[in-house]
């Protein structure tokens, strides 16, 4: 057996979750602090619903928002039963799988069906939708009983480095569950307190309810504030966890539950207005198909009603069909100019009670989007490398779907699912499957010529509540079988997988995440192993984020390496997530952590790129960053491919920081026109 733990001393206490890996020992006796890279941590993924793409951000000031394992959305925060190992077995081939599985392999009523009408931008293949069926997730819903139980027990995080008899934990001041009628405010204040009086404890929530506010009260404590109206009745959970002021990885996490109740008379509820959301301002290209997904919503959950006022000449209005709340509007646009709609969404139960919006469509000729010289793709293939892009979800429900889908097949050979494959998204109850996404992403690449890049197969976020909830023992099996099912539909159209994301924290140790906390650091193994065994021929990363520069993240990912190839695991390469800011300059520190991985026998991929302009930049330093990281890349002979996250600012995860190579309106910038130049050179 190969351990990848260091001696007991270095081993995390508290939930005696081993946490340690190869060179923290040499980080700790050299008291490395955390990068001071101006990468952001990319929480990287858009939630699946179009329209909705923020990212999760802490709160200024709040330490990462790593998030540690036992709580989740509508479960109960619990400890491991037993210390998962931090070994990794040495070539031991994997059990079979057991038969019958765990849960229902995907049958006929996963297999999507073709879409029709005119519901998309797509002409080179037949669209597919999944099946209209109810998949939300009701298992584990919180009855009467589970809230009279009373308050959950604290969890608490204990790094080796900590000793509690020295140092407490933080605990929170009158944290108690709480009862809301619907329709009222409710404030809930987090007061963290470190007993050794050292300072103020961090804080960070897990995920904020809809339509909710997590605000900084500026003294020391946060609130969360929620009118709850009626779609909200029930119970549900919130978890915020606190940080030691001195040992940031020394954490009190804490979940309370909230039941929202019905008043007795549902009169006092307030009626809010309904809105017209789902749908922004868009630049479009003239004689191509807009398709516009227009939603009428109402947070007392009723259906409004959906007025277009001035529909473009010749347009076609079709019913969404699952959602009623939805309606599709599609047109083709004969000339150049502005086309405005005014939009009015009427209220169900008092029909004086609306909301409007109006949005834009600008319509430019072809002419407009012309991009001189030679397409990118064509020049890295010269280069032997490939130049790929992430591909927003279902972007061929979007107004500009196909001026998006011409230009990233015209630019990029290679294009990487961004959402279509999260686990939440693909399998969201047990033996319940949507492949519709993924399956018009495959079909779209075929047409265009791009090879697929699949993300991710293995995260610690964006996870269905049910999987979240199995029980530890049953945890390998469950990843096993997602992992298997995934790759037997796509292994012979997706050559090259994410096959685990994210395992690591900041400081180089592994995160405490849903896999972790079942299988120690040998489930890292495991997913490769079942990977190889599903997809014999596919390339298969470990892919991760602020390890590109040096510090102690790129340390541990280092020595994650070298311990997976001594266990001869089947790993083939790193992806390298670079989300940078346009005042980058550590290239030597990237050049050297590329060759490092290149030494091992691994494959470099740039997965996910780009990079901000932050206040006082400009588009130029910009370019210089793509420009140089691209370098690397080509200098380096075991780099493979280099991909931006995105390629329009329109729908960049981080769309405020401009960050991308062509701007909200398609116009290439600076950074295009380096790539471009970098790529036609020797």
């Not at 990212?55 to 998962?84: N, V």
């Not at 549902?266 to 868009?282: E, K, W, Y």
């Not at 494959?603 to 400009?618: C, H, K, L």
């Not at 769309?655 to 790529?679: E, G, S």
Request: glycine share 6%; charged share 20%; with cysteine.
């Amino acid at each position: 057996m190969m351990n990848l733990s260091l001696p007991a001393s270095f081993r995390l206490g508290g939930n005696a979750i081993h946490r340690v890996i190869g060179l923290c020992l040499v980080l700790i006796l050299a008291g490395c602090s955390s990068s001071s890279s101006s990468s952001d941590n990319p929480a990287e993924d858009m939630p699946v619903n179009p329209g909705t793409q923020m990212p999760d951000d802490g709160g200024a000031g709040d330490p990462p928002t790593a998030e540690p394992g036992g709580s989740t959305s509508g479960g109960t925060p619990t400890a491991p039963l037993e210390e998962p190992s931090t070994d990794v077995p040495v070539n031991v081939p994997l059990a079979p799988l057991p038969n019958p599985p765990l849960t229902p392999a995907p049958g006929a009523d996963s297999e999507p069906v073709r879409a029709s009408g005119p519901v998309s931008t797509v002409r080179e293949f037949f669209l597919v939708r999944n099946p209209d069926r109810n998949l939300d997730d009701t298992f584990g819903t919180l009855t009467d009983a589970d809230f009279d139980a009373g308050p959950l027990p604290a969890v608490i995080q204990t790094p080796d480095s900590v000793n509690p008899l020295t140092n407490a934990a933080p605990v929170f001041e009158n944290l108690n569950d709480v009862e809301v009628f619907a329709g009222q405010e409710l404030t809930v204040v987090f007061k963290p307190i470190d007993p050794d009086g050292a300072g103020i404890p961090g804080l960070f929530p897990n995920a904020i309810p809809a339509g909710a506010r997590y605000v900084d009260n500026f003294n020391g404590t946060r609130s969360l504030i929620w009118r709850p109206l009626q779609p909200q009745v029930g119970i549900r959970e919130f978890t915020i966890t606190a940080t030691d002021p001195v040992a940031p990885f020394y954490r009190t996490q804490r979940t309370i539950r909230i039941k929202v109740k019905m008043p007795s008379d549902p009169s006092t509820i307030v009626n809010l207005p309904p809105v017209v959301n789902l749908i922004r301002d868009h630049t479009v290209r003239v004689n191509d198909p807009v398709v516009a997904y227009i939603k009428a919503d109402d947070q007392n959950g009723t259906v409004p009603s959906l007025e277009i006022l001035n529909p473009p000449p010749g347009a076609t209005i079709t019913p969404h069909y699952s959602d009623p709340k939805i309606t599709i509007l599609s047109f083709v646009p004969r000339t150049t100019g502005d086309i405005e709609m005014r939009l009015l969404a009427r209220d169900a139960d008092d029909d004086t009670l609306t909301g409007s919006r109006t949005v834009k469509f600008e319509v430019l000729s072809e002419q407009a989007f012309q991009r001189p010289g030679a397409r990118l793709r064509e020049l890295a293939a010269a280069r032997d490398v490939l130049i790929g892009y992430a591909s927003l979800l279902g972007f061929y429900e979007r107004p500009d779907g196909a001026l998006y889908a011409d230009i990233a097949a015209e630019e990029f050979n290679l294009v990487t699912t961004e959402n279509s494959l999260k686990w939440d998204l693909v399998n969201p109850l047990p033996g319940q499957y949507r492949w519709a996404q993924a399956d018009n992403l495959v079909a779209h690449a075929k047409a265009r010529r791009q090879a697929v890049h699949g993300h991710t197969l293995l995260w610690h976020r964006q996870l269905p509540g049910w999987i979240q909830r199995t029980p530890l023992a049953d945890r390998e099996i469950h990843m096993r079988e997602f992992i298997d099912r995934v790759l037997q539909r796509y292994g012979n159209d997706i050559p090259i997988w994410d096959v685990v994301n994210e395992a690591l924290e900041e400081d180089g140790t592994f995160r405490q995440s849903t896999w972790f906390e079942a299988m120690g650091a040998s489930f890292i193994d495991i997913a490769f192993r079942q990977a190889r065994l599903s997809a014999p021929n596919a390339t298969l990363l470990y892919n991760d984020y602020d390890v590109s520069f040096d510090g102690p993240k790129a340390d541990g990912l280092i020595a994650l390496m070298q311990s997976l190839k001594d266990a001869g695991t089947p790993v083939d390469g790193v992806g390298f997530q670079m989300h940078l800011d346009a005042d980058f300059d550590r290239y030597d520190e990237v050049a050297g952590n590329f060759q490092t991985i290149a030494d091992m026998d691994l494959d470099i991929y740039i997965t996910e790129f780009d990079v901000s302009i932050r206040a006082g930049q400009t588009e130029e330093q910009q370019a210089d960053v793509y420009e140089q990281v691209l370098s690397l890349c080509l200098d380096q002979p075991r780099c493979k491919a280099f991909q931006t996250w995105g390629f329009t600012d329109m729908y960049s995860w981080r769309r405020q920081f401009n960050p991308l190579i062509m701007d909200n309106r398609y116009q290439v910038k600076p950074a295009y026109t380096a790539l471009q130049q970098r790529l036609s050179e020797n």
